[in-house]
């Protein structure tokens, strides 16, 4: 409630990179604005140099020369091998439902990438000591600290079919990301079938790690309700929700709903 | 480089030459007009490659406002760049003022709900693949 600095308003900066917009809200805490604004710089480095290594749109970069057989993975950067790791792991942590080899034009980390890359963005930023930090890369998103004076972020989930509508609001300390049909139309393929994944109109994955939480999400929403299962399953805490075509939601236990009720200040 | 779909096109037909440069702020988006009836397209594509630039339409992305500013060398693009970017400060009360009801039927009646952020739809590329399709439709290229 205080208007002063201490809690204060975050610095919000929005970064287009990656085909989309990076958004960050930083709660300084006792860190003056430049640290700040220097360490937002840093973090905008880490996505564009994410983007560099990683965008199949680019046909120069390191993953496009993978696909094309250009290179080979021992000549691309070590972080290449890291992230097809971490897809290798996911592949199997999932039962194959997200499967960055079965998309179509060669491996496609995707899935997972953009995730990874705000994570490290945020761990730039939280490592300078701020109070409190968002990254919001088009939707994952990831925090760390507290919201100014809040005691915790809120993250409202979007809506699968109603634009500019939120299905609900949750409490968040660290990844939510969320995948569904809807959001990126055809890029969202059941590697089973080779075809557009059906079922599931929106899924989020709650959890410590975004790039983890990414691969969740995107192989729950393939995978449909029964995905709920691996999601709760993977070590360190992660929870699921889903929302099914047809509307009906599931949630695992420890998605922390806000209550429709607190998220109103009574008008009076 | 970009899903850009070829939705648009006929959106922002008379406003191809007249957007060139950095500040015209666009026709409002958010309404679609379709201005114009069949007008005779605009210069057809140059011999020799000209550099142009337009900005696109302001597109909402969920947080606010965006536009993109394309630069073309002929028909090839040459560079793409967010124009204008307003974070609107209320966003969160806006979406709020806007979120459904859900668990138990509960109803939303406030219009100030405190949120952080959202998680889910990517807003933004939408916004940025739409705006920037609107530039190109400016350029006629595309």
């Known amino acids: ?268 | 480089m970009l899903p850009v779909g070829s939705a648009r096109a006929s959106t922002d037909r008379q406003h191809h030459k007249s957007a060139v440069g950095g500040s015209a702020p666009p026709a409002s988006a958010a309404g679609g007009s379709t201005t114009g009836g069949a007008s005779s397209p605009g210069p057809s594509a140059p011999l020799v490659e000209v550099r142009r630039t337009a900005v696109g339409a302001l597109e909402n992305y969920g947080y606010g406002i965006l536009s993109v500013r394309v630069t073309v060398l002929g028909s090839r693009i040459e560079s793409v760049a967010v124009q204008r970017l307003q974070t609107a400060e209320q966003y969160s009360q806006q979406l709020a003022a806007q979120a459904i009801p859900m668990l138990h039927s509960e109803v939303l009646s406030a219009q100030s709900a405190q949120i952080n952020g959202i998680s889910g739809a990517s807003y933004t590329s939408q916004a940025y693949a739409l705006s920037l399709q609107s530039a190109l439709d400016r350029l006629h290229v595309a």
């Open chain 1, 1 to 268: 409630m205080s208007s002063g600095q201490a809690g204060g308003d975050p610095l919000r900066h929005a970064e287009p990179v990656m085909g989309t917009v990076v958004s960050f809200a930083v709660y300084p805490g006792d860190r003056d604005r430049a640290t700040v604004i220097e360490a937002l710089a840093g973090a905008c480095r880490i996505l564009h140099d994410a983007d560099a290594i990683y965008s199949t749109y680019q046909p120069e970069s390191p993953i496009s020369r993978l696909r094309s057989g250009a290179a080979t993975l021992a000549e691309l950067p070590p972080e290449v091998e890291e992230v097809l790791e971490l897809c290798a792991h996911m592949k199997a942590a999932t039962a194959g439902w997200f499967d960055p080899w079965a998309m179509p034009g060669g491996v496609d980390p995707t899935g997972l990438v953009k995730g990874w890359a705000a994570e490290r963005a945020l761990r730039a930023l939280a490592r300078t000591g701020v109070s409190g930090v968002m990254v919001n890369a088009a939707g994952d998103v990831i925090v760390h600290g507290r919201p100014g004076e809040e005691s915790s972020w809120r993250i409202g989930i979007a809506h699968p079919w109603r634009a500019g509508a939120l299905a609900c609001v949750i409490e968040a300390d660290a990844a939510v990301a969320t995948s569904g049909s809807y959001e990126r139309g055809a890029h969202l393929f059941d590697p089973r079938s080779g075809r557009p994944a059906a079922g599931v109109a929106s899924a989020t994955v709650t959890g410590p790690s975004l790039a983890i939480a990414d691969a969740l999400a995107t192989a729950l929403a393939v995978a449909g309700p029964d995905g709920i299962e691996f999601v709760t399953g993977y070590p360190g805490g992660y929870d699921a929700y889903v929302i099914g075509d047809d509307g009906a939601e599931l949630a695992s236990d420890g998605i922390r709903f806000v209550p429709v009720a607190a998220l109103s200040a009574e008008p009076s």
